[in-house]
Nanobody
Framework: QVQLVESGGGLVSPGGSLRLSCAASGTIFGINDMGWYRQAPGNQRDMVAAIISGDRPRYADSVKGRFTISRDNNMVYLQMDSLKPEDTAVYYC???????????????WGQGTQVTVSS
């Protein structure tokens, strides 16, 4: 069983910063990609940032220059600076995981953490 648990969300004023963390645990033989999506009320879930194995980090245009994704083994982080009200959403961590010795990968998701940017 693979679990992803996010932490670090909360309420912040415009221009402020937050750091999200996500820990992958359970039976894990390998992790390919890890990253973050977000979903605001009434909107679809969109990619925010991702670390693709063997490639450069990718960012949504709306967060380039403000957000930074990093990874340390089974942890992935999202440093969010210069936050704007439009960044308000539930943020979900995902990981592309090999859960058994068989060379197959599956996507797993965290439960989400609320980020609210408001004065």
């Amino acid at each position: 069983q693979v679990q992803l648990v996010e932490s670090g969300g909360g309420l912040v004023s415009p221009g402020g910063s937050l750091r999200l963390s996500c820990a992958a645990s359970g039976t894990i033989f390998g992790i390919n990609d890890m990253g973050w999506y977000r979903q605001a009320p009434g909107n679809q879930r969109d990619m925010v940032a991702a670390i693709i194995s063997g490639d450069r980090p990718r960012y949504a245009d709306s967060v380039k220059g403000r957000f930074t994704i990093s990874r340390d083994n089974n942890m992935v982080y999202l440093q969010m600076d210069s936050l704007k009200p439009e960044d308000t959403a539930v943020y979900y961590c995902y990981a592309n995981v090999q859960p058994t010795i068989a060379p197959r990968y599956y996507d797993y998701w965290g439960q989400g953490t609320q980020v609210t940017v408001s004065s």
